[in-house]
């Protein structure tokens, strides 16, 4: 997703007609959904509508922006329109269109397949698929169509993989009209839930919220060793959670965090890393998680308030573990804090912008107290941002009508992209659903790791990387919560525990070469070599790839037990990071040699390993304490030695 359109942005069209069909039907995009969340439709304008016949007036919305604004051929500019796009826009205009208004009726007629229904469905497919290819590129497009040749000749196929006969104008009709496929769940979620988020995180930008918690988090940490990372991790973990592309994460506080890091000493790949791997984090933090948590208690049908306290204590270790590190790598290389002068005032911040946070705790009132529905809840929130920064404003700048009316224009446009992966998790749901290859493709898994939980575990953290390299968040979450999760669920894991262990791998591909997207972005901006920057970047992130399998092993780190047990192991679990973190950065006090770095992280990995996790737990835990006491000892003894000598 690198070469989306960031937020804000608008495309280069050098016909005026067209820059204003874009903006006009950008914010009716964004427009629509608050309309659907706060029942504009039903209540004031009196239509009772389908929940299809709204999702596909948002796709006859969104897919002639696509066609208007994405060229066929990826990462060049927009300059000017071809016919065949336009006339692809005005298909898209007319099929969709088509579906919103007759959906009551064509999707009765599933049996009969009348002619119209499915020359609009077939023409909603082709280019719900086009439009996917040019909005997130080949690698899940290449996806839905392996989806739909196997729905084609999966009878064919032996094994636990067969699928049922199917025709393929029965796969079409059911895909197009069918209430579990492209009209589905996943487009219900797209187009309220994210699109209220991405309004909400607009209007920060809009505002100056982002500048706020970036020049908070200067105050907060600058003064301390190793600063500018400080800031990094602080700043991207406060926004990263929010938003919903770890690019546009790294783009937005990276423009700041990189240069004050490279200032202050940090070499680039490990600057870029920093920025990656916190960014990355913010989709792993609640309250938000990136949108995930909305998505997860919709997948489980839980409460969204389990998710959050499920996802705490992982999300807080992680972060705990990148800030070890990048203090530790502070005090190796001798970098120091950042320059005084580079350091706002913080009273000056804190009058200036003491209004940001309210949004904040009215999101978390509205979800958590008023029951709220999660895009009711963002859009409360951005209602109090709008109120606050047109009266208040941010050091001198007042959010205005112009800038409203652009934060509407600039969410449609971000969000296209996942509108499209939303109806593409459509269609391989619906694909899995009609053939019969979801349970197929889970005893497939299951057998393929041999039924051993440890054989799967590893196989499906190696397919979650693989599956979600080059994707953004909410299409790794979807893709592998339709594909992954259901395995893992049926070899005894934990519902929840599965579909953490699936977002976490995949948010890993984020920073894991060759793919590593979040690294990539962040190696532009350093002007670094991306391989070596995504390296480093697992580095940082090492944590993410650990305590997946921790917390499967233990819910305590899931906050599922007594609150000793939950106590226990989250102490134990900080001694853990700690004590890893210094053998994997080979410093405490002074260097530290190979032998003892071993040391470090064979104790550190003993203490994460919970006490509830099996027969030798408690003893694991003992052990790691014991021999991470002692060695923590040793560098105290041996700086004291060298205090004296010097």
């Given at each position: 997703?690198?070469?989306?359109?960031?937020?804000?942005?608008?495309?280069?069209?050098?016909?005026?007609?067209?820059?204003?069909?874009?903006?006009?039907?950008?914010?009716?995009?964004?427009?629509?959904?608050?309309?659907?969340?706060?029942?504009?439709?039903?209540?004031?304008?009196?239509?009772?509508?389908?929940?299809?016949?709204?999702?596909?007036?948002?796709?006859t919305l969104a897919l002639p922006?696509?066609?208007?604004?994405?060229?066929?051929?990826?990462?060049?500019?927009?300059?000017?329109?071809?016919?065949?796009?336009?006339?692809?826009?005005?298909?898209?205009?007319?099929?969709?269109?088509?579906?919103?208004?007759?959906?009551?009726?064509?999707?009765?007629?599933?049996?009969?397949?009348?002619?119209?229904?499915?020359?609009?469905?077939?023409?909603?497919?082709?280019?719900?698929?086009?439009?996917?290819?040019?909005?997130?590129?080949?690698?899940?497009?290449?996806?839905?169509?392996?989806?739909?040749?196997?729905?084609?000749?999966?009878?064919?196929?032996?094994?636990?993989?067969?699928?049922?006969?199917?025709?393929?104008?029965?796969?079409?009709?059911?895909?197009?009209?069918?209430?579990?496929?492209?009209?589905?769940?996943?487009?219900?979620?797209?187009?309220?839930?994210?699109?209220?988020?991405?309004?909400?995180?607009?209007?920060?930008?809009?505002?100056?919220?982002?500048?706020?918690?970036?020049?908070?988090?200067?105050?907060?940490?600058?003064?301390?060793?190793?600063?500018?990372?400080?800031?990094?991790?602080?700043?991207?973990?406060?926004?990263?959670?929010?938003?919903?592309?770890?690019?546009?994460?790294?783009?937005?506080t990276g423009v700041i965090t990189?240069?004050?890091?490279?200032?202050?000493?940090?070499?680039?790949?490990?600057?870029?890393?920093?920025?990656?791997?916190?960014?990355?984090?913010?989709?792993?933090?609640?309250?938000?998680?990136?949108?995930?948590?909305?998505?997860?208690?919709?997948?489980?049908?839980?409460?969204?308030?389990?998710?959050?306290?499920?996802?705490?204590?992982?999300?807080?270790?992680?972060?705990?573990?990148?800030?070890?590190?990048?203090?530790?790598?502070?005090?190796?290389?001798?970098?120091?804090?950042?320059?005084?002068?580079?350091?706002?005032?913080?009273?000056?911040?804190?009058?200036?912008?003491?209004?940001?946070?309210?949004?904040?705790?009215?999101?978390?009132?509205?979800?958590?107290?008023?029951?709220?529905?999660?895009?009711?809840?963002?859009?409360?929130?951005?209602?109090?941002?709008?109120?606050?920064?047109?009266?208040?404003?941010?050091?001198?700048?007042?959010?205005?009508?112009?800038?409203?009316?652009?934060?509407?224009?600039?969410?449609?446009?971000?969000?296209?992209?996942?509108?499209?992966?939303?109806?593409?998790?459509?269609?391989?749901?619906?694909?899995?659903?009609?053939?019969?290859?979801?349970?197929?493709?889970?005893?497939?898994?299951?057998?393929?790791?041999?039924?051993?939980?440890?054989?799967?575990?590893?196989?499906?953290?190696?397919?979650?990387?693989?599956?979600?390299?080059?994707?953004?968040?909410?299409?790794?979450?979807?893709?592998?919560?339709?594909?992954?999760?259901?395995?893992?669920?049926?070899?005894?894991?934990?519902?929840?525990?599965?579909?953490?262990?699936?977002?976490?791998?995949?948010?890993?591909?984020?920073?894991?070469?060759?793919?590593?997207?979040?690294?990539?972005?962040?190696?532009?901006?350093?002007?670094?070599?991306?391989?070596?920057?995504?390296?480093?970047?697992?580095?940082?992130?090492?944590?993410?790839?650990?305590?997946?399998?921790?917390?499967?092993?233990?819910?305590?780190?899931?906050?599922?037990?007594?609150?000793?047990?939950?106590?226990?192991?989250?102490?134990?679990?900080?001694?853990?990071?700690?004590?890893?973190s210094i053998g994997l950065m080979?410093?405490?006090?002074?260097?530290?040699?190979?032998?003892?770095?071993?040391?470090?992280?064979?104790?550190?990995?003993?203490?994460?390993?919970?006490?509830?996790?099996?027969?030798?737990?408690?003893?694991?835990?003992?052990?790691?304490?014991?021999?991470?006491?002692?060695?923590?000892?040793?560098?105290?003894?041996?700086?004291?030695?060298?205090?004296?000598?010097?």
């Amino acid at each position: 997703m690198a070469d989306e359109l960031e937020i804000g942005e608008k495309p280069r069209l050098a016909s005026p007609a067209a820059v204003r069909f874009v903006a006009v039907f950008a914010a009716l995009l964004t427009l629509g959904a608050i309309g659907w969340a706060v029942n504009v439709y039903d209540t004031y304008l009196g239509l009772e509508l389908y929940t299809e016949q709204y999702l596909g007036g948002m796709l006859t919305l969104a897919l002639p922006l696509v066609f208007i604004t994405q060229p066929a051929k990826r990462k060049t500019p927009r300059i000017h329109v071809p016919w065949y796009d336009l006339a692809a826009a005005a298909a898209a205009l007319l099929s969709a269109g088509y579906m919103a208004w007759k959906f009551p009726v064509l999707a009765e007629a599933v049996v009969e397949r009348p002619l119209d229904g499915m020359i609009a469905g077939l023409t909603v497919i082709v280019l719900v698929l086009e439009g996917l290819r040019r909005t997130t590129g080949n690698v899940l497009f290449g996806l839905v169509i392996i989806f739909l040749a196997l729905a084609l000749v999966g009878h064919l196929i032996p094994g636990e993989l067969a699928g049922r006969p199917l025709a393929w104008d029965k796969l079409a009709y059911y895909l197009a009209w069918d209430p579990t496929a492209i009209l589905g769940t996943p487009m219900i979620i797209v187009t309220t839930v994210v699109t209220a988020f991405v309004f909400f995180g607009n209007l920060l930008f809009k505002s100056g919220g982002s500048r706020f918690f970036t020049e908070i988090s200067m105050v907060l940490m600058g003064r301390y060793r190793g600063g500018p990372a400080k800031i990094s991790v602080f700043a991207s973990g406060l926004f990263g959670s929010i938003s919903g592309s770890v690019v546009s994460n790294v783009v937005s506080t990276g423009v700041i965090t990189i240069p004050l890091m490279r200032n202050g000493g940090y070499k680039a790949h490990d600057a870029g890393a920093i920025e990656a791997t916190a960014s990355t984090g913010g989709q792993l933090m609640p309250p938000i998680m990136g949108v995930a948590a909305f998505l997860m208690a919709d997948f489980l049908q839980i409460p969204y308030a389990s998710v959050v306290l499920a996802a705490l204590i992982p999300a807080i270790l992680y972060y705990v573990a990148l800030f070890v590190q990048a203090d530790l790598e502070a005090a190796r290389s001798g970098i120091d804090r950042v320059a005084a002068e580079e350091i706002p005032n913080g009273w000056q911040v804190l009058k200036a912008g003491w209004f940001f946070p309210v949004p904040f705790a009215v999101l978390i009132v509205a979800l958590f107290w008023w029951n709220f529905s999660p895009e009711l809840s963002a859009l409360s929130s951005a209602a109090v941002i709008i109120a606050t920064a047109m009266v208040l404003g941010y050091k001198g700048k007042r959010l205005g009508i112009v800038d409203l009316l652009d934060a509407l224009r600039a969410t449609g446009m971000a969000v296209l992209n996942i509108v499209m992966i939303g109806a593409a998790a459509g269609i391989i749901i619906g694909v899995l659903n009609i053939s019969g290859l979801g349970f197929g493709l889970t005893l497939f898994l299951v057998k393929l790791g041999g039924g051993n939980l440890i054989v799967m575990l590893l196989l499906a953290a190696v397919i979650c990387i693989v599956l979600g390299m080059g994707m953004p968040t909410i299409g790794v979450y979807l893709l592998l919560a339709t594909l992954v999760a259901p395995s893992l669920v049926e070899v005894g894991v934990a519902p929840i525990a599965a579909h953490l262990f699936i977002l976490y791998f995949g948010m890993m591909s984020m920073i894991t070469p060759p793919v590593a997207i979040a690294a990539f972005a962040a190696a532009t901006l350093t002007n670094s070599d991306p391989m070596r920057t995504g390296f480093a970047a697992m580095r940082f992130g090492w944590l993410a790839f650990v305590i997946p399998f921790l917390f499967i092993a233990s819910p305590s780190l899931l906050m599922e037990g007594t609150a000793v047990e939950v106590g226990l192991a989250f102490v134990t679990a900080l001694g853990g990071v700690w004590l890893v973190s210094i053998g994997l950065m080979g410093h405490l006090f002074r260097s530290i040699g190979p032998a003892f770095r071993i040391l470090y992280v064979a104790a550190g990995l003993a203490l994460l390993f919970p006490a509830g996790a099996g027969a030798w737990g408690a003893q694991s835990d003992i052990a790691g304490t014991v021999v991470g006491a002692l060695l923590v000892l040793r560098e105290l003894i041996m700086r004291r030695k060298d205090s004296a000598t010097a």
